[in-house]
């Protein structure tokens, strides 16, 4: 279903077609809103039509009102019908979530509509057909595809071929959190060409600190001091190490010589030690197989500090 067919169904509810753009955007990205979000989806500071579309929510029965500290409201789309015209009248969005994770969800909006010119991929179907042309393998998404963040509230957008995914920090979460995350999708950051990932937080989150996460992550298991794109140079150097070994170097010149031996000090780990003893017994091609099957990631860490503190404490439900 595309967006404007989604736009068009709910617009048969009796809303606006700016407030059925929002309804479809907020749905689809949490199932949650407040009453700025509405505003800077419109681009607008008065509140008033934001007050027209909640009323009009309450008399239709579609959504619930949660009322926090500091008069601050919290408008959740809960009516199975609005689900159904987006095409998603099963979406664990519907389903009422504590403070904790609903002010994730309201990031994660923050976040959507902080990047409208993107193409967002907002279903796991979306996501998987559009992973698979950008160089996904099956394997890798039916592993990613098991966890929740991939079709939950942490946003995946594309611009052209590049693509982004998120992970939200709504600061009640630990290290660990972010750690299970990247391990999860692993698989899949490792089997696409190159990604980006946005780090979203307040002023409160540690970014710092969830670089170095990303890097000791998603580092694991490289090989140290190697790349894809230079196994050739490798490759030579283990036949002149196995004619070194073998005594056979009369034919080396001076060039060949000193090649031999920077490159004795830089491929001497023990991971290029396992290469070498793979090349003796296997060949070229096997050395090839295993340098592409462990090359790491190609991922980029990007800090993305929203400017709203979400602070919410929950007083009491109006229905």
Known sequence: ????????????????SSEAAFLALAALHGGYFIRRQFCDFLGVVSGKRATALIAKMSELHHADRYAFGQNRSVIHIRHKALYAAIGEPESRNRREHQPFSLQGRLMALDYVLAHSGSTFLVTARERSEALSRLGANTEA?????????FSGHFPVRLEGTSVTFTFIDA????????VTFLRAHRPLFESLPAFQLDFVGTIDSQFGRAA???DRVLSKGRLPGLDAEIVDRLVQHFEDRAALEARQTQQFDRARLDRLRDDLGQFSSPAHQALFALWKAQGDEAVKREVAARRGTQGTFRKVQLPVRYSLCYTQETV
Not at 141 to 149: E, I, Q, T, W
């Open 141 to 149: 998404l039916a592993v990613s595809a098991s966890a929740r963040s």
């Open 1 to 16: 279903m595309t967006h404007e067919q989604r736009v068009a169904n709910i617009e048969r509810f009796g809303y606006t």
């Open 171 to 178: 600061g009640y979460d630990t290290e660990s959190a972010f």
């Open 212 to 214: 170095a996460v990303f």
